[in-house]
């Protein structure tokens, strides 16, 4: 039983070593944008921008917010 018990800890780790991993695959290259601070600001205004509209179209997707 203790056996099964030490394989089943071992899944939160890998999922977490994915999420890490996903993350640092997707900002390594944004990284040259960090030498323009022009370019970064702009970067930073699409992901802000892409994830608020996101948010916004799935809210009004399930029907959280009202529509008038």
């Not at 039983?1 to 999922?15: E, I, N, R, T, V």
């Not at 994915?18 to 370019?39: C, D, E, R, S, Y």
């Not at 992901?47 to 917010?65: D, E, N, P, R, Y």
């Amino acid at each position: 039983m203790g056996d099964f018990f030490k394989k089943l800890s071992s899944y939160p780790k890998f999922f977490l070593a994915i999420v890490v991993g996903v993350f640092w695959t997707l900002l390594k290259p944004l990284q040259g944008f960090a030498k323009h601070p022009v370019t970064g600001i702009a970067a930073l205004g699409v992901i802000v921008g892409g994830f608020a509209f996101l948010s916004f179209t799935l809210s009004a997707m399930m029907g959280l917010t009202p529509l008038n």
